[in-house]
């Protein structure tokens, strides 16, 4: 029997020229390919992360650009704002200038007479007024009893508040840092004016307010909250005060 031509043989020898062909010539095939894909998607992924370093890269330098915009803005808003103000106060009394019709122990009832409508009184004795103004948007009176009397005891100027400046001029709302800078700016300008005009604090609190004597008559605090103007005279000179006040209202016909 002839081996060579059997058909299973021949059937073998096929298979095995099959699996060798398969082997030495369409495995390496698809490895080369495998590989330079491989390579393609190593390659793509390098891009992507030099790509992200750089996007990092230019996110950093685009936040530092703005904070160094942000606080340029401040320094010039503080000059402006410092040029526009410094010759509102006087050397001689710290109420601003626009807002001396009404001093401490004056009337209180004079607050409603000049600010008319504007002056909203509020329970428990203080007076609120909204003002416009570059530096302040309110001014507050307090009250103070006095032998059947009511003076003004002290007033609270309130410093405008960024975000409704804002608001008012259809600006960007500014960030938290951004407001925080702001405020600061307002009362570091505030404070340079008053130590120009009434000299160096007396004061400077752990909550950084800045408290200044002017003329030995007044006190006045700046802080975040704004300007407080109070007299800086002790009880007992008010208990006189008020005893004159009394006495001259029972020598009135």
Not at 144 to 164: A, G, R, Y
Not at 219 to 237: C, F, N, Q
Request: a neutral charge; one cysteine or more.
């Amino acid at each position: 029997m002839d081996w060579k031509n059997h058909p299973l043989v021949i059937a073998c020898v096929s298979c095995a020229s099959t699996c060798v062909f398969f082997i030495s010539v369409i495995v390496p095939i698809y490895e080369k390919k495998n590989i330079h894909t491989i390579g393609e998607l190593e390659a793509k992924i390098e891009l992507l992360k030099t790509t992200n370093n750089n996007n990092d890269k230019e996110i950093s330098t685009l936040k530092k650009s703005k904070q160094s915009l942000s606080n340029e803005i401040a320094q010039k808003n503080e000059k402006i704002l410092k040029l526009q103000e410094e010759e509102r106060f006087s050397p001689d009394t710290p109420f601003p200038k626009g807002f001396r019709e009404i001093g401490v122990f004056q009337d209180f009832e004079k607050v409603k007479e000049v600010y008319k409508d504007s002056a909203k009184p509020k329970k428990g004795g203080w007076i609120h007024v909204d003002i416009i103004d570059q530096l302040f948007s309110s001014a507050t009176y307090y009250q103070l009893e006095c032998k059947k009397h009511s003076l003004v005891s002290h007033v609270l100027f309130q410093l405008n508040d960024p975000i409704s400046e804002a608001i008012k001029a259809s600006a960007p709302i500014p960030t938290t840092e951004e407001l925080s800078n702001l405020r600061q700016s307002k009362i570091e300008t505030l404070v340079k004016i008053f130590r120009e005009k009434y000299g160096q604090e007396v004061t400077k609190t752990e909550d950084d307010r800045y408290i200044f004597k002017v003329k030995d008559f007044w006190l006045a605090e700046i802080s975040e909250s704004g300007l407080v103007i109070a007299p800086t005279v002790t009880t007992d000179k008010i208990d006189q005060i008020c005893a004159e006040l009394k006495s001259k209202s029972e020598k009135k016909p």
